[in-house]
């Protein structure tokens, strides 16, 4: 009990000292759903037509169980995601870098409202329940992990620089390995977000498509 009391208090001082980093992160990424939707509002007739065609093969194909193999899926989640962890990873070492880290946490926000909103705007009701099934269960841990570690690169990335403008001798080196292991952490909820991916997010898209597309 001791530890894990140790734990929470550890977890909740860590929350408290970045509160307003985390806010901004937070707002960042939905600031980026919201301008993902506004983007499919905006789009032109022929544009959305084009789109929806495309998912019209997508979902016939699905019907027919001609999904990539849980092998490849697996494969090629955890490189997309390992390779953006990386590079936020990167990026927090760098002291420039974290504007492109917003960037990119925009971005993500962007890809997850433009999905959810095309499948909406095309499909209603079971372009709904095709996003809650495909696109919702993975993001629901996605978004706060890729919250978490851009502000725990700017965490870092700050501490570096006042390293650099000498207003405090900090452990850097401490902070390097924390902050590297911490890395290392969320890569293997990574792993575990591709697992769901390619096993089972496969399985729920085509009873989804069979009982209402």
């Not at 405090?168 to 080196?173: F, K, N, Q, S, T």
Request: charged content about 10%.
């Amino acid at each position: 009990m001791p530890k894990l009391s140790l734990k929470r208090n550890i977890v909740i001082h860590h929350l408290e000292s970045n509160r307003a980093t985390y806010i901004f992160t937070t707002v960042l990424l939905i600031m980026g759903v919201i301008f993902g939707a506004i983007i499919v509002n905006s789009m032109g007739f022929s544009q959305k037509n084009d789109l929806y065609a495309y998912l019209t093969l997508f979902f016939n194909e699905a019907s027919k169980g001609e999904f990539a193999s849980s092998k490849e899926i697996f494969i090629q989640s955890f490189a997309y995601y390992s390779k953006m962890l990386g590079f936020i990873w990167f990026l927090g070492l760098s002291v420039i870098g974290v504007p492109i880290i917003y960037i990119l946490l925009f971005v993500k926000g962007v890809m997850v409202g433009f999905t959810v909103g095309i499948l909406v705007d095309q499909m209603g009701v079971n372009g709904f329940l095709f996003a809650f099934t495909s696109v919702l269960p993975q993001n629901i841990i996605l978004i706060p992990v890729f919250i978490t570690a851009a502000t725990m690169a700017t965490v870092f990335t700050l501490r570096l620089w006042r390293q650099i403008m000498k207003k405090g001798r900090e452990p850097v080196m401490t902070y390097f390995v924390h902050y590297s292991f911490f890395i290392l952490c969320i890569g293997i909820i990574l792993l575990l977000v591709a697992s769901f991916e390619a096993f089972i997010s496969p399985h729920l898209m085509s009873l989804i498509i069979e009982t209402t597309i």
